[in-house]
């Protein structure tokens, strides 16, 4: 029983580059969410989605992030034109239903250069 | 400048005590609460959970209690082993369609030999 998947599991990137993190849910699973999550700092949310949808984007920054969830395949959140501060873990969790529990993958760590 | 980090306040107990871990949330209308632990290089998972209708739960050595006049959780964990060391997070969710989980600092819990 395959838990969250989450490729890579560490990314290097310089300034300006894009970033993409990929994310396959639980089988089954049809809603996913993403976190960032800075050093000795608690987990902050960024994107809700549900299958091709964008449900909550309220943490989200306004320009260079965006998060999708095709039809078909792994949730995507892409970071463009990145930059120091982008430098983070990055987790995706999904759940079955709405109001059930989350359960995250190991996240990708991500390194600005 | 000289960039100085947050540290998590940490736990230490011995092997065999019980661990009490606090957290303080602070929405009012959250009805979910959830208890993660990280350990170094890995994504959260999940310990327990308890609705807002329920003052206590009680899983395999770990209970949560929970007093909402106060809007405080605790994380009991019983006979403390060292496998237990890690990072606790309490994640608050309101109710509703709104998925979003709101973490808290996270405390770090030490576990003595």
């Not at chain 2, 998972?45 to 959780?73: A, E, P, W």
């Amino acid at each position: 029983n395959a838990g969250v998947m989450q490729n890579p599991r560490h990314l290097v990137r310089r300034r300006g580059q894009e970033a993409r993190l990929r994310c396959s849910p639980v089988k089954g699973h049809s809603h996913v969410y993403w976190y960032r999550q800075l050093p000795e700092e608690g987990l902050k949310f960024m994107v809700y989605l549900q299958k091709e949808n964008i449900i909550d984007e309220s943490g989200m920054p306004k320009e260079r992030f965006s998060a999708e969830f095709p039809k078909e395949g792994p949730s995507i959140l892409r970071i463009q034109q990145v930059v120091r501060g982008d430098s983070a873990a990055y987790f995706c969790a999904s759940s079955p239903r709405v109001s059930e529990t989350q359960y995250f993958g190991p996240g990708t760590r991500l390194l600005v250069l | 400048g000289e960039n100085v980090g947050l540290h998590l306040p940490t736990l230490s107990v011995q092997e065999g005590d019980n661990s009490i871990i606090n957290c303080a949330y602070s929405n009012s209308a959250s009805d979910y609460f959830i208890w993660y632990k990280q350990e170094s290089g890995k994504g959260p998972q999940f310990i327990i959970d308890i609705r807002s209708n329920m003052d206590k739960r009680q899983g395999q050595r770990v209970t949560v209690l929970l007093n909402k006049t106060v809007k405080h959780l605790s994380l009991q964990i019983a006979a403390t082993q060292p496998g237990d060391s890690a990072v606790y997070f309490c994640a608050e969710k309101p109710s509703g369609a709104n998925s979003k989980l709101t973490f808290g600092k996270g405390i770090t819990l030490s576990v003595r030999p």
